[in-house]
């Protein structure tokens, strides 16, 4: 017999978003039920920092904006309203002291993204949120001012409603796109999905050879046919199967097959500063081998090998000997490294989702869809994706916070 039950708040989705946003619903007194489709909560919180837990980053929250892409005005409000501090001191006052590991990075000071999940279980808990593990909602029915959620076994009915489904990457966590079903069957726009900070895969990659060489804060130029569209700097990794690295997974939203990107192993695109540079050094060492010569711009030795072999320049030859059409062909492969996007990472590899529901739909001050009164949508199920670095979770936090401090109680 299906059961049915009435309660203030239904949030779905037992990620960073949902048990934030429910701890906050059971804090103002509201009878709130989490529904959870996995047998346990957060297993992609669970993976994330390698199992660590990168949950936000250090500085002033203002800094965080641009790296949402192009979605800065969106977060605002959410990350004001609860920000990096905020977390920091949730989790201080809870007894888990919180603290910078590299560049910024936060992470809980035992580096165990579970001691993180037990201190929001715990309380949900104290709250009183009703969390209700192997619950797959099939599907979401409005009626006049009601939502009557459906399970396998049971009916909900709310005038309240979190989505907190989270994306579509990494599946095997449970995050396998279901909300954006539930929000285009309640008239929501999905825009297009693709896999975000994902690596960059290039059929016959060329530098097999030089995979685990890492460049720091090489410039990334990305061309769609003739046309520079943008430039970024961070930090690349070479892998066996094409390019990886912070630089290029938080690039990887703005990427597309056959999208052409340019890489400069030195500190400088402008080929023509190059020349003149190298040439002074030519001019300084040219009795030296080329190699040699060009040990000044700190390239990887495996990986300027094998540039200089892919221009048929002996290493051993003396920089002064170098023809000017190999110099020339040398400084395009040093300050434009060329390469064919085939094909980006897929879902089962992606860190996050590049799109979801449409942005335009959703109230940002309060993260209440416009179109109907009582849903509301956080976290990753919504059309934000931000850069690595703890800025994904901290999203997903803040607007799990605001939606539920907008629920009328
Ligand atoms: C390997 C990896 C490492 C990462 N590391 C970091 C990091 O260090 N820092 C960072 O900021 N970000 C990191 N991220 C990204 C970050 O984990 C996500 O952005 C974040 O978890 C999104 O939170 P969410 O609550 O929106 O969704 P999720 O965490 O995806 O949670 C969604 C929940 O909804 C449930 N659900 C889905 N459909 C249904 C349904 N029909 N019925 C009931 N329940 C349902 C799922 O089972 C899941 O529990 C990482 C991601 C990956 C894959």
């Given at each position: 017999m299906i059961?049915?039950?009435t309660?203030?708040?239904?949030?779905?989705?037992?990620?960073?978003?949902?048990?934030?946003?429910?701890?906050v619903?059971?804090?103002r007194?509201?009878?709130?039920?989490?529904?959870?489709?996995?047998?346990?909560a957060?297993?992609?919180?669970?993976i994330?920092?390698?199992?660590?837990?990168?949950?936000?980053?250090?500085?002033?929250i203002?800094?965080?904006?641009?790296?949402?892409?192009?979605?800065?005005r969106?977060?605002?409000t959410?990350?004001?309203?609860?920000?990096?501090?905020?977390?920091?001191s949730?989790?201080?006052?809870?007894?888990?002291?919180?603290?910078?590991v590299?560049?910024?990075?936060?992470f809980?000071?035992?580096?165990?993204?579970?001691?993180?999940?037990s201190?929001?279980?715990?309380?949900?808990?104290?709250?009183?949120?009703?969390i209700k593990?192997?619950?797959?909602?099939?599907?979401i029915v409005?009626?006049?001012?009601?939502?009557?959620v459906?399970t396998?076994?049971?009916?909900f009915?709310?005038?309240?409603i979190?989505?907190?489904?989270?994306g579509?990457?990494?599946?095997?966590?449970?995050?396998s796109g279901?909300?954006?079903?539930?929000?285009?069957?309640?008239?929501?726009?999905?825009?297009?999905?693709k896999?975000?900070?994902?690596?960059?895969?290039?059929?016959?990659?060329?530098?097999?050879?030089?995979?685990?060489?890492?460049?720091?804060?090489?410039?990334i130029?990305?061309?769609?046919?003739?046309?520079?569209?943008?430039q970024?700097?961070?930090?690349i990794?070479?892998?066996?199967?094409?390019?990886?690295?912070?630089?290029?997974?938080?690039?990887?939203?703005?990427?597309?097959?056959?999208d052409?990107i340019?890489?400069?192993?030195t500190k400088?695109?402008n080929s023509?500063?190059?020349e003149?540079s190298?040439?002074e050094?030519?001019?300084?060492?040219?009795?030296?081998?080329?190699?040699?010569c060009?040990?000044?711009?700190?390239?990887?030795?495996?990986?300027?090998?094998?540039?200089?072999?892919?221009?048929?320049?002996?290493?051993?030859?003396?920089a002064a000997?170098?023809?000017k059409?190999?110099?020339?062909?040398?400084?395009?492969?040093?300050?434009?490294?060329?390469?064919?996007i085939?094909?980006?990472?897929?879902?089962?590899?992606?860190?996050?989702?590049n799109?979801?529901?449409?942005?335009?739909?959703?109230?940002?001050?309060?993260?209440?869809?416009?179109l109907?009164?009582?849903?509301f949508?956080?976290?990753?199920v919504l059309?934000?994706?931000?850069?690595?670095?703890?800025?994904?979770?901290?999203f997903?936090?803040?607007?799990?916070?605001?939606?539920a401090?907008?629920?009328l109680s």
């Amino acid at each position: 017999m299906i059961q049915e039950e009435t309660v203030d708040v239904i949030v779905i989705g037992a990620g960073p978003a949902g048990l934030f946003a429910a701890q906050v619903c059971g804090s103002r007194g509201l009878k709130t039920y989490l529904l959870e489709k996995n047998k346990s909560a957060g297993l992609k919180l669970l993976i994330s920092g390698t199992g660590q837990c990168n949950i936000t980053h250090a500085g002033k929250i203002g800094d965080f904006l641009s790296h949402y892409g192009d979605n800065s005005r969106f977060v605002r409000t959410a990350l004001y309203n609860y920000s990096n501090e905020n977390v920091i001191s949730f989790f201080q006052e809870r007894g888990l002291r919180l603290i910078e590991v590299n560049n910024g990075k936060i992470f809980p000071e035992t580096l165990k993204s579970r001691d993180i999940l037990s201190i929001l279980l715990s309380e949900c808990a104290t709250n009183k949120v009703c969390i209700k593990y192997e619950t797959s909602i099939s599907g979401i029915v409005r009626s006049e001012d009601l939502f009557k959620v459906q399970t396998q076994d049971s009916t909900f009915t709310t005038r309240n409603i979190i989505i907190c489904t989270g994306g579509k990457s990494y599946p095997k966590t449970g995050s396998s796109g279901d909300g954006y079903q539930f929000a285009s069957q309640l008239g929501h726009s999905i825009t297009q999905i693709k896999p975000a900070l994902t690596s960059i895969l290039i059929d016959d990659f060329p530098f097999q050879i030089c995979a685990g060489i890492s460049i720091p804060d090489a410039i990334i130029q990305l061309y769609r046919g003739t046309k520079k569209i943008r430039q970024t700097q961070g930090d690349i990794l070479f892998t066996h199967k094409g390019i990886s690295g912070p630089g290029i997974l938080d690039f990887s939203r703005f990427l597309n097959p056959n999208d052409t990107i340019r890489l400069s192993l030195t500190k400088t695109a402008n080929s023509d500063e190059f020349e003149k540079s190298l040439l002074e050094q030519i001019a300084l060492n040219g009795k030296k081998s080329i190699k040699n010569c060009l040990s000044i711009y700190e390239i990887p030795e495996r990986l300027l090998l094998a540039i200089l072999e892919m221009n048929q320049i002996d290493p051993t030859s003396k920089a002064a000997d170098l023809e000017k059409t190999k110099r020339k062909a040398l400084v395009k492969h040093i300050t434009a490294l060329e390469f064919n996007i085939d094909r980006l990472g897929g879902f089962k590899e992606a860190m996050a989702t590049n799109g979801g529901v449409a942005l335009d739909e959703v109230n940002q001050k309060t993260m209440e869809s416009k179109l109907i009164k009582g849903l509301f949508f956080a976290g990753e199920v919504l059309d934000i994706d931000a850069d690595t670095g703890g800025y994904n979770i901290q999203f997903a936090i803040s607007s799990g916070v605001l939606a539920a401090q907008n629920i009328l109680s």
